[in-house]
């Protein structure tokens, strides 16, 4: 069973910075690709940012360019580097496979942007 332990949320100004961090459990770390997805209140959860196998990175419009995705294997550990951030980037955090092939879910972070 893979799990998925994510960290690093908090409470941010707008304009600020924060650094995700998803510990994936398991041997198959390298072979996924992996996602960032946010939950935000009432809304359904949507992937934001993938990195695949070979480290290649997709983003959602939403987040491109202010949003960077990318991993450690040796840690087993996918990142989320977020800049520029708005109000509208609160949300909770999640990560899993991208397409989603597991059925847990972590905790997930919650971030919180706002004056």
């Known amino acids: 069973q893979v799990q998925f332990v994510e960290s690093g949320g908090g409470l941010v100004q707008p304009g600020g910075s924060l650094r995700l961090s998803c510990t994936v459990s398991?041997?198959?770390?390298?072979?996924?690709?992996w996602g960032w997805y946010c939950q935000a209140p009432g809304k359904q959860r949507e992937l934001v940012a993938a990195i695949t196998s070979r480290g290649s990175t997709n983003y959602a419009d939403s987040v491109k360019g202010r949003f960077t995705i990318f991993r450690d294997i040796t840690k087993k550990t996918v990142y989320l580097q977020m800049n520029s951030l708005k109000p509208e980037d609160t949300a909770v955090y999640y990560c899993?496979?991208?397409?989603?092939?597991?059925?847990?879910w972590g905790q997930g972070t919650q971030l919180t942007v706002s004056s």
């Open positions: 899993n496979s991208a397409p989603k092939s597991f059925d847990s």
């Open positions: 398991g041997s198959i770390f390298s072979i996924y690709t």
